[in-house]
Nanobody, 127 residues
């Protein structure tokens, strides 16, 4: 069982930056691939990024590539999403998710690959 708690969301102007954190419970965090997804009002949940359980492999959605960076600190049981050059279209509730598989590749871009989800944190980018 893994419990996930996101934080770091907020209101930011276009072009600004935010760093989201996702703290995980449990002693086996390093055995879970992790992902970030987002969901805007009236839209389906959308893949953002994924990282392998060792942290050596990452994969991004085209819409955020070059602007967002996913990373993890297994000693702190935490995964991060650094978001730079934010755009109004990045506005959404951001969720982190955990899979007991490797993570970090296009195979993990689908929500069904993940077993555990956080409650989400709101990110609003004003123009």
């Amino acid at each position: 069982q893994v419990q996930l708690v996101e934080s770091g969301g907020g209101l930011v102007q276009a072009g600004g930056s935010l760093r989201l954190s996702c703290a995980a419970s449990g002693r086996t965090f390093s055995r879970y691939g992790m992902g970030w997804f987002r969901q805007a009002p009236g839209k389906e949940r959308e893949f953002v990024a994924t990282i392998s359980y060792s942290g050596d492999s990452t994969y991004y959605a085209d819409s955020v590539k070059g602007r967002f960076t996913i990373s993890r600190d297994n000693a702190k049981n935490t995964v991060y999403l650094q978001m730079n050059s934010l755009k109004p279209e990045d506005t959404a509730v951001y969720y982190c998710a955990a899979t007991p598989q490797y993570g970090g590749s296009s195979y993990y871009a689908g929500p069904s690959r993940y077993q555990y989800w956080g409650q989400g944190t709101q990110v609003t980018v004003s123009s």
